[in-house]
């Protein structure tokens, strides 16, 4: 029993941990890209296959996206189990398809640090009802898939009981440093977290490969344990309404690859507070 309720930790204290690196990965990466894109659009010009960003200096502020930082089987999800109304959807995809009609300078935007939801909301678009209803379904979906993700660890046997006392202590001085680590960057100027990563770039590793390093667990493990976490989202968002996928190619600007820091972000481990 007591074997059983170590492992149960431990999933638990993966899940949380592989979301707090994701969220720093994701900030370093979206400072990355600002700062090689600095004047550069995201605009989506693949209407026809992607929900989207319309019209926003790369990274200064979350465009009208909420399709694309959300995902249509999730959406489609909710509205099967009575979240929200098909008729909420709807009034997301027109607002949506009438932006992306409209000139780049015409569009409207969010401000700076307003998520999607609360942009939408702002717009009259949906209620804020309906986007704390989302917020609320997003975080019960994201339960489930974590709880599943967690079940998958115990199942598979990946880790054995002499190891677990050594990662749990690893992984909860990792989610700490993690914590402190994105504090630390929020509270930076964009060239300034720039040059932070520059010099401490090893310090974004993810903890499967820092545990490797250390020597708790092999390569199988880190392995075996990648080899359960979705792939940015593309086993829980593939197939949605209109068989969209955010995970698809965004083409390139300027001959540099457009990259969707959203798929990368959201994974049913994010917390709904994160959109």
Do not use: W
């Amino acid at each position: 029993m007591k074997n059983k309720t170590n492992k149960k930790v431990l999933s638990v204290v993966f899940a949380a941990s592989m979301l707090l690196a994701m969220g720093v990965t994701a900030f370093a990466t979206e400072t990355t890209e600002t700062g090689t894109n600095e004047n550069a659009r995201g605009y989506n010009r693949q209407a026809s296959e992607m929900r989207g960003r319309t019209g926003t200096e790369r990274g200064a502020m979350k465009a009208p996206g909420v399709r694309l930082a959300i995902g249509d089987r999730l959406l489609d999800e909710m509205v099967e189990n009575g979240t929200i109304e098909e008729s909420d959807v709807e009034a997301i995809e027109s607002f949506l398809e009438e932006q992306r009609e409209l000139a780049p300078e015409e569009r409207a935007h969010p401000e700076e640090g307003e998520g999607p939801l609360e942009f939408l909301a702002g717009e009259g678009v949906i209620s804020q009802e309906t986007a704390d209803d989302i917020k609320a379904g997003l975080e019960s979906l994201r339960e489930e898939k974590r709880e599943e993700f967690e079940q998958s660890i115990i199942d598979e046997g990946i880790l054995e009981d002499y190891e677990i006392e050594e990662v749990l202590e690893f992984m909860d001085d990792y989610r700490q440093e993690r914590e402190e680590m994105r504090d630390e960057l929020s509270e930076m100027t964009r060239e300034e977290r720039r040059e932070y990563m520059e010099e401490n770039r090893e310090d974004f590793q993810g903890p499967l490969e820092e545990m490797v390093e250390e020597g708790l667990i092999s390569d199988d493990q880190a392995d075996a344990i990648r080899d359960l976490m979705p792939r940015n989202g593309q086993r829980d968002f593939r197939d949605g309404r209109n068989n969209f996928n955010p995970n698809m190619d965004r083409g390139t600007k300027n001959g540099v690859p457009f990259e969707s820091r959203t798929c990368d972000r959201f994974t049913p481990l994010m917390d709904a507070e994160e959109l």
